[in-house]
């Protein structure tokens, strides 16, 4: 459904509600707004983290990588003493 036809639906239930429930829509509906701006303040703090890589030398980085690389391999190599 197009966001303007979403749109419209949502107004047409709203209009067909009695007022007595209108205010409980408003708290839902400041919820879910609040709720929305809290998973964007995520998304950004995660894309910033993701930006982090920028400023690094390439050289660098590729040191990381292997660093990384390595870690793995003997993190997950190791045998189990029972």
Do not use: C, H
Request: charged fraction near 30%; glycine fraction near 4%.
């Amino acid at each position: 459904m197009a966001s303007a036809d979403l749109y419209q639906s949502v107004l047409q239930k709203l209009s067909k509600l009695p007022v007595s429930y209108l205010e409980n829509v408003d708290r839902y509906l400041s919820e879910l707004g609040e709720q929305a701006k809290s998973e964007n303040a995520t998304v950004d703090s995660i894309m910033s983290f993701a930006g982090g890589w920028n400023d690094m030398e390439e050289s660098d980085f590729q040191d990381f990588v292997k660093d990384m690389e390595e870690g793995r391999k003997t993190l997950f190599n190791r045998v189990s003493e029972s």
